[in-house]
């Protein structure tokens, strides 16, 4: 099947934690990412379309894993899980996910559990 999107996604599973004040911190696993955004399986929890949310996950190998605080929307609600789309990317975060992005099936990132400690500000 042809993939119809500007933003082409990757299979990627690590633990992520999401930061949302109608609910506090909620704990999932992404399926995918793209540079735009990402699936993540939420399976007891339906989050409404357009829930602002912050989401943390961590990319890179062992030795130069870099956490990141991404602000996301959620653009699609599932029973297993949310579509989250990225929203005001820090160009440090974009840099890191166009990294990731462009590693071949052998660099994969690997998955472990996210901080789950929320941002000040």
């Not at 993939?3 to 909620?26: C, D, M, Q």
């Not at 030795?63 to 989250?84: F, H, I, N, T």
Request: overall charge positive.
């Amino acid at each position: 099947m042809l993939e119809r999107r500007w933003n082409p996604r990757k299979e990627f599973e690590v633990h992520v934690a999401i930061y949302y004040s109608g609910l506090g911190i909620l704990r999932g696993v992404s399926r995918d990412i793209s540079l735009k955004g990402m699936f993540i399986k939420l399976p007891s929890v339906q989050l409404p379309l357009n829930a602002a949310l912050d989401v943390v996950f961590s990319l890179g190998s062992q030795k130069d894993r870099q956490r990141m605080r991404v602000p996301a929307l959620v653009v699609r609600s599932e029973s297993d899980g949310v579509g989250a789309m990225f929203s005001n990317l820090e160009l440090s975060a974009s840099a890191a996910l166009c990294k990731m992005m462009n590693q071949s099936p052998a660099m994969e990132v690997q998955s472990h559990q996210a901080a789950a400690t929320p941002a000040h500000g």
